[in-house]
């Protein structure tokens, strides 16, 4: 297993919820640094992904402890879902990363 841990990715939660300069209720989000290793898409997974109109964007692996259900991943100056985790033995948790197709970055 590849474990170079050389990307540099923000786990993003929501902590709760808070008031925007309008008074509009927003999200309150909480972000965590880890360090990733990055993994390529199985092209079957690509096309599955697509037809269901999931735009896989990046496939990471991080250590499972680091992980608390976040939702979002900052990487690269984007913002991606995530979509999947699994648990690839004590030490690997695979996070799989995507955009809605259409969807726009922060």
Known sequence: MNDNW??????IGQTGW????????VPKESRTRVMANRKQTPRN??????????EIEEIFEIK???????QFVWFEGRRLNIYSTY???SEHL????????????D
Not at 64 to 70: D, F, K, L, T
């Open 18 to 25: 808070k008031s925007d300069k309008d008074g509009n209720r």
């Open 45 to 54: 997974e690509f096309y599955e992904a697509r037809q269901s109109g999931i």
């Open 94 to 105: 695979e996070i799989k990363c995507s955009s809605k197709i259409g969807d726009f970055d």
């Open 87 to 89: 648990l690839i033995d």
């Open 6 to 11: 050389e990307y540099d990715i923000e786990l």
């Open 64 to 70: 499972p402890y680091e992980y608390n259900n976040e």
